[in-house]
Structures are given as structure tokens and as C-alpha cells.
């Protein structure tokens, strides 16, 4: 879901977090090598089909690939003592995962992971405030090296049975009921979930905002610097600031295309977030996203009664199906927590980070403390300590070239070492023309104007628009409440925005291929969330008002 370019810094950070030796880097992007993973038989049956999950064109593409004869060729014979590695590190987890799944109290869940991030969180805070230099950057990779394993053995264990429910779940409803419906409807308003809760604050901030007409204009021109400053001065500054700050102090790390710890965290640029506080405020009455997310806790309610009712005397037990519905309802809200976590220790690290720059600025090593941007972690700590073996000035203008040109290049999803582009379109059957194919990730169908957004920062949303996109991640959150349907280039059944549109209640079709290209921005369309098609039904109309940069 990190289509975008990266710079250096960011690259560097995701290598530092995740085993460097499965990544290749090509045109500023991280893709995942997977395959000496594949050359394994079970790994070959069994990773498409999670791959299915994360984009349905992936895995097609995945699936072609291996049928072909020259995958094989040349390819060395398995690693045995490397699967046994492997196993020694999942099995473990797979059996913490079991463990959570068939017993103990899934109420509990939610705390006990909170309290682990709460702790790491509170180490990486003062492991990083008590050096400084080179040191600090030293002390840096290490917090960030570490973070992976301590995720996959304290926070998966509780996020992957909530995703095993909820596959067995639609097993059993599918077999029971004919359709998702019921399971779509368990999906609504799940407990816990972090980025949701984070929209939710939200609406409350554009509800306050509401009732404070001299914030609201005073936020139409408000600028980053003084953003803070301003609201002191007019009537209901000072009561709007509090309440953005705590909402800042909370969720100030994250920011679109979070994942590249270069981009403006919120926290950084305040204003990112005025967009999507009038996009509510246009969209939404006062304390209906509220409403939504009650009535969402009692249709899945509903149909967790409903699913109960129809296994009486079926050849299910009981005991287990309604050990699922608790499992999914108590776990299934945590899938967020592992990205919120890491997304909080990359702040803490750049904001280390950025001190360590600015303090090579004061000493004319660095033009502007964002230069760092352009270095990686290794070569931070060598200029920090005096050691880089080229100039950085030359080094980093070179980079700032190289950066330009690669975010005018649109990354493919699956590419051979070779630099094959493989794609393999979706086959359904006959479609009508103006139809658009992608994978069905939350049910219903929604009709409205498409609004065609690139980067959410300063896109409006207004009633009865869907949300047209390349990707998604928690830092588009903000606008999903506003949206009546979502549309992606690119996703699965369990990314984020598929996640939150069936949380919300909306439908969502992900994965389809050019899809902000083919689809025009005030063109009415119709998005079916249950088959998985996008229908535009005439051209393009004129919106009503303007809505600055949704390109």
C-alpha cells in the first residue's frame, strides 16, 4: 500500500525494521523479493491465497509465475536449515496465536496489548533521549531493528485470531445463509480498533469546530507556523486548540503514506488536517458519525443473535461458533494496533532524528535539516561522526535528482528480476461497457459523484461523494466518514481501507486497475461493494463550489 516514492531515510528505516535480505529497492520503492519463499511446495500453495487478501492482482500475477517452467531453472535446492529457522521463530507465535483463539478471555485482548505498546513506547522515549550524536542515531536502528520480532511475539498472537475468526465465520455464515450479508454486518463497528476510534475524535473536533464560526474562517487561511499561535487570538481558539492538541498528542505521528518516516506527520503540519474537518462538517450532522458507530455495535448485535439462533441443532456446535463471534467482536479490532505502534516509534525516531539534522545545519554540514532526508541511517551516523567518505552536499543533491525522477514513475505491483511487468486482468464473465472490475471487500451499493483524490491534505468531500483513490492508509482515515463509497487502485480484503469501509459500513471495491485514470473526477458513478464492480454511469458534471487540489 506504499505506491509512492520514498526517499533515502525512509527506505533506510523500513530495511532497519524489517530483514533487509527479502527487500530490492527499484525507482524508489521497497518491493519484497518472495522468491526463495516460493521454491518451497507449501509456500507455493498456500501464499497466493493470502496474497489474495493483500491485492487480488498480485496474486494472480504470483500464480502465473510459478506455473511457469523456468521458475524452476537454475534455482538452487532449498534451504533445510533455513526452514528450520523459520520455524523455530513461528512456531511459537502460531502456537500463542492457538492459545488466544480456543481460550482464555478475548475481553482482555485489548488491554494487554495496550499496556505492552504503552511500555515499548516508554523505553524507545528514553533509550533516544539519553545520547546524543552519533550515538543517538546508533541507539536508533536499535530500537527500530527490535521492533519486529517484539511485535510478531507480543501483538500478532492477539490480532491473527480475530482474522482467523472472522475466515471461519464466513465459512460457516456462507454455508448457513447463502451470502456475507450476516458477516458484513458482525463486521460493523468493531471495538478497539485504533484508527477508527482516531475518526471518530476526529468528528467530534469538526463537531466543536461547528459551533465556532470565527475558527472555522480563521482555519481557512491558517498556515503550519503559527497554526497554534492563531487560535489564540479569536473567539474559541483557545477551547478548539486544547482539544486539537489532545487529539494531536494521540494521533500526531500518523499522516498519508505514513510508512516513509520522510513525510509530514501531522503533528508537524496541523493544517493537513483542516480539510477534512470542513469535509465532515459538509458531509455529516452534527454527531451523526457517533450515531453511525452505535447503530453499527447494534446491527452486528443483531446478527451475532441471528447467527446463533439458526445453529440450534445444526451439525456446528454452539460452544464454538459463539467462542468465533466473541473472538472476532474482542480481537478482530486490534489489526491496527501493530501499524499504530510502529508508526508511533518512527515519530519519536525522527523527531530524534531531526534535532541530530538541525544541529548539522548550525555546524554548515547540512543546507536544511530536511537535507537528512537524503542520507541513509548508516551514513547519518558517519557524517555524525565525521567519517563519510564522499561530500554529502554532492551526495545529497545527486539524490534530490534521482528522487525528482522517481515519483514520475508508477510502480507495477509484481516484477521479475528480470524487470518483467506480469499482469493477469480479472475474468468474470461478460460486463457491460463504462464497468470497471475489482475485489469486492465490503457489501452494498452506493450511487454519487466520484471525487478523485490524490493526496487528501486539501481535498474536500461533500454529500453524496465517493472517495476515488490510488491507495490508502490510516492517514486517509479522516476523510472515510465523509465518503459514501470507496474505490482504490490497489488492496485486499484486509487492508486498511477495505478494514475501515466495512467497519463504517460502506462499500468498497479495491484493486481496480487505473482506476484514477479511467474514472473522472465529477462523473456519477455507481460502486457495487458486493460483486466487486464500479459502474460510471455518465460523464463528468460540474460539483457544486470548487475543491482545491483533489488532484
Known sequence: MATDAMKPLGLSVLRTIFPANIFKEAGGRVFIDITDLLHYKIARFVFPKLLTNADEAMSRAVEAIIKRPEFFEGHQAVNVNGLAAVRRVVGPIIKKVWTNLRSGDPKLAKSQVENFMQARMKQTKQAIGRVR???????????????????????????????????????????????????????????????????????????????????????????????YAGLERIPGGKQFRQAFETFIGNYGMRCPGEIDLTNLRWYEAPTQLVAALFSHIQSLQSGEHRQRFAEGEKEAEAAARRIMDVAEGTYFPKKILTRLITVFRNMGGLREHHKYLLISVMGECKKAILAEATGLVQKGVLMQAEDVYFLSLEELIQVLEGNLTVNASELIAKRKEQYQWHQSLKSPRVMTSEGEIVVVPARRGPIAEGTLIGSPVSAGVAEGIARVIFRPENAVLREGEILVAPHTDPGWTPLFQSAIAIITEVGGLMT??????????IPAVVGVDDATTLIKDGQKIRVDGTQGYVMIIDGAETAKGDNPESH
Request: charged letters at 25%.
Open 496 to 505: 486498511h481501507g477495505a478494514v475501515v469501509a466495512r467497519e463504517y459500513g
Open 133 to 227: 550524536g552519533a550515538e543517538r542515531i546508533k541507539e536508533i536502528y536499535q530500537q527500530l531493528a527490535s521492533l519486529l520480532p517484539e511485535v510478531l511475539n507480543r501483538v500478532i498472537p492477539y490480532v491473527a485470531p480475530g482474522i482467523i475468526a472472522n475466515a471461519l465465520l464466513k465459512k460457516i455464515i456462507v454455508r448457513r445463509f447463502k451470502d456475507t450479508t450476516e458477516l458484513n454486518k458482525l463486521n460493523k463497528s468493531l471495538p478497539g480498533n485504533v484508527t477508527s476510534k482516531m475518526g471518530l475524535e476526529l468528528g467530534d473536533l469538526a463537531d466543536m469546530l461547528r459551533e465556532l464560526p470565527d475558527v472555522q474562517t480563521y482555519l481557512k487561511t491558517a498556515v503550519d507556523q503559527t497554526f
